[in-house]
């Protein structure tokens, strides 16, 4: 925020947030520039492109990806068709926060992860931070991208802590997380930490790579990891099928030639009760079954 | 009542816009653009939004704005881009399809932009400016700049969402923003009277708390008046105004659309009351007739620019989407 155009728009910023990332930046930065704002979604998006074509970097809070669907035609429409729309005239380097997945019982509309639909779009980044330190520098990477930048933090991430340092990091990086011979495994957000502990427990040497950004992905990591490999096993928390991993696998198919699988959640809505969100969990088991 | 000299600079963009029109129009016969009509050649093949009998709102408007103040727009956004500044030549360029266009042919009718004289875009999406136009209003005064935003919506846009949330958001924050109801009392093809409940847009605002008139939208005076005075509200930090102009579509929903749903006594009232006739009467008809020819001149050097304009090429077709991930096309 030390750049004076970043402003961070709505519900409950001056509060820090419902989770608590903007704790205390209203208090140094001013209600000017740390914005709370109606329960407002399509205007709160719609708003962050109006800013950022008249100058500013807004930093978009949507609460959960959930409530980001009432400001889809601002994000897919405007926000991400802008640019190009206009030739060239105008860009919108927003940020749009929408954290992600399963967490605490959240049940079906405050619990999806829904990276699919917007890596679908062209115009639009989509990030996936999985550790404290990534979320750092991949946060700071998108407020400093000139592109719209779908940003998604899992909330069963929030947890976690960790020293971080002020590195940088470039967006569409991955990160060999765990080297392995056997299988490459590709994931990214809340799962990598799934992936880890399923492959300390295997039987097979299990590469693990997290892919931080699906949009752009980084394939030059993925394709030299299943080169070495000759297996592929993509795992997510979103609904399997016609998930990113599909994109991945489709892809490395084509280029490589090689056997590729895919794990997701099951194509329901994520249920209240333990026993039912617990069915659309990926947990370390159901990666194990499926390496 | 405007001066001799005001009175001639508002009949000249009406005239300009209307000439622009009717000259769009002709270049859209055969247009693919609704209803499974024939796939012949047009030299405009995109879905056309005519504001053919609206044009005094978006004069009486903008002759009141300064170059550095921001326009947000609508699909039937041609006037409003004329009467902001832009280049007639470039627009036409753009809606043929052309290099030359303002949005180097990616944007054509529904999305003419033209960012160096505040002109933020037309829109596809009904009411989907309103945001925007909030967006651009709360930077302008984050930055502290003297410039207001005008927010051109349609009568349809009052029943949209946004609309509640963004008259909400700059009543709230006090933006500078006069959100203009341009109501040529259809909605695409459905009189809007018969689906909106309540006394209307300019009510709905006052019950926001954004104070607003309601003028007659064919008489250009009014508008200019109309609008002189709430800009000079929102100027002197007074917050958002609403400007309710009643007008009229001459034409059709798209430029393929007759509109042989509508009553035929409707239309000719309407004819009758033609904005551009009533603007006349104010001023000396040799100056009108003069002013008249001289916009109809400069539409076909436009149309002739237009026509003998370059193509896009084709790799433009990936330029302009993103920097991070260009490159990357599957």
Redesign the interface.
Known sequence: MENENV?VVGEDVGRGGIFQQYKGLQQEFGA??V?D??I?E??I????????????K?VVEMRVIDFALCAM??IV??AA??????????RVPLVARMPIGLWSGSAAQHSQSLEAWFAHV????VVTPATPQDNYSLLRAAID?????IYMEHKELWGLQAEVSFDELP??KARVVREGRDVTLVTWSRTVHAALEAAAQAKISVEVIDLRTL??WD?ETVFSSVKKTRRLLVVHEAVQVAGFGAEIAA?VAEELKVAVRRLGAPRIPVGYSKPLEDEARVTAQRILAAL | MASAERALQLYRTMARIRAFENAAEEASRGSVAAFGASLAQSNIRGPLHLSTGQEAVAAGVCLNLEKQDYVTSTHRGHGHTLAKGASMEAMMGELFGRASGPNRGKGGSMHLADFSVGMLGANGVVAAGMPIAVGAAHAVKIKNLPWIVACFFGDGAVNRGPFLEALNWAAVHALPVLFVCEDNRWSATTPTHALTAGEGALARAEAIGVPGAKVDGNDVFAVDEGSRDLIAKIRSGGGPRFLHAVTYRFKGHVSVDAAAYRDGAEVSRALENDPLLFAAKAIDPQAAARILNEAYEEVRRAVDAAASAPWPDAREAYGDVQDTGSGQWR
């Not at chain 1, 998006?45 to 074509?53: F, N, P, Q, S, T």
């Not at chain 1, 068709?81 to 105008?90: D, E, I, L, T």
């Open positions: 402003v000017a520039r914005i704002t109606p407002s399509a205007t998006l719609g708003a962050g492109v109006g800013m950022a074509l008249a100058g500013l807004p035609d601002e429409n405007q068709k802008a640019r190009f729309m206009f030739g060239g005239q105008g062209p115009g639009l980044v991208c000139g592109d719209p930048v967006l569409g949009w752009p394939r892809t």
